[in-house]
């Protein structure tokens, strides 16, 4: 397993762009696809987007396609969201997850590793 740690949450007006961060320990880090999930309060765990061990293929959702882009550095330990032109609907706890393997499954229960989230706030 890994352990992750998010960062760069924040309070943004509507239109502006934010870019999330998340950090992971120990050496197998490229053998893991990672993904962003979010939380708004009093509604479930969503996914958000997934990225593969390599980088080479990358899964949104419909929400946040073309606003939204994933993307990683293995040398860094590291996978960002960068999140432009953001919505009051965005507002959530953002999650970073880790998935063992070379698919790109998008479900909660696909992820064995969790961070323990950075809150966004998108004000109108």
């Known amino acids: 397993q890994v352990q992750l740690v998010e960062s760069g949450g924040g309070l943004v007006q509507a239109g502006g762009s934010l870019r999330l961060s998340c950090a992971a320990s120990?050496?197998?880090?490229?053998?893991?696809?990672m993904g962003w999930f979010r939380q708004a309060p009093g509604k479930e765990r969503e996914f958000v987007a997934v990225?593969?061990?390599?980088?080479?293929?990358?899964n949104y959702a419909d929400s946040v396609k073309g606003r939204f882009t994933i993307s990683r550095d293995n040398a860094k330990n590291t996978v960002y969201l960068q999140m432009n032109n953001l919505k009051p609907e965005d507002t959530a706890v953002y999650y970073c997850?880790?998935?063992?393997?070379?698919?790109?499954?998008?479900?909660?229960?696909?992820?064995?590793?969790w961070g323990q989230g950075t809150q966004v706030t998108v004000s109108s």
């Open positions: 997850a880790a998935q063992f393997g070379s698919y790109t499954y998008t479900g909660v229960a696909d992820f064995g590793s």
């Open positions: 990225i593969s061990w390599s980088g080479g293929s990358t």
């Open positions: 120990g050496r197998t880090f490229r053998r893991y696809a």
